[in-house]
Nanobody, 126 residues
């Protein structure tokens, strides 16, 4: 599956952004989806994930209460609504897909993601 993330940009601290990721697959509803991010000089880290039915979501502690992941299976799209942004959220954000939760969705680890799409850069100014 190919993933295309978009929606990044420059925003002031306290502001909001919504990221989108479109997956090129006819079986999108079979994929668990997630967002990861990587800041310069840091390892790629988990941000949020959502099951194929959208009933289950997971968040990194650093974004709980500020970020919301959602999906629209009719549009093959997963979203990340980011509110109350801080400079620490500045990073390139990547989406990831896990078919039938067979890989990274079990660990929520970036190391278990075997394919990345291009990311979208988020810069939060102080």
């Amino acid at each position: 599956v190919q993933l295309q993330a978009s929606g990044g940009g420059l925003v002031q601290a306290g502001g909001s952004l919504r990221l989108s990721c479109v997956a090129s697959t006819r079986t999108f509803s079979n994929y668990c989806m997630g967002w990861f991010r990587q800041a310069p000089g840091k390892e790629r880290e988990f941000v949020a994930a959502i099951g194929w039915s959208a009933d289950v979501t997971y968040y990194a502690d650093s974004v709980k209460g500020r970020f919301t992941i959602s999906r629209d299976n009719a549009k093959n799209t997963v979203y990340l609504q980011m509110n109350s942004l801080s400079p620490e959220d500045s990073a390139t954000y990547y989406c990831a897909a896990d078919l039938y939760s067979s890989s990274w969705y079990n660990s929520l680890s970036a190391r278990d993601v075997d394919r990345w799409g291009q990311g979208t850069l988020v810069t939060v100014s102080s």
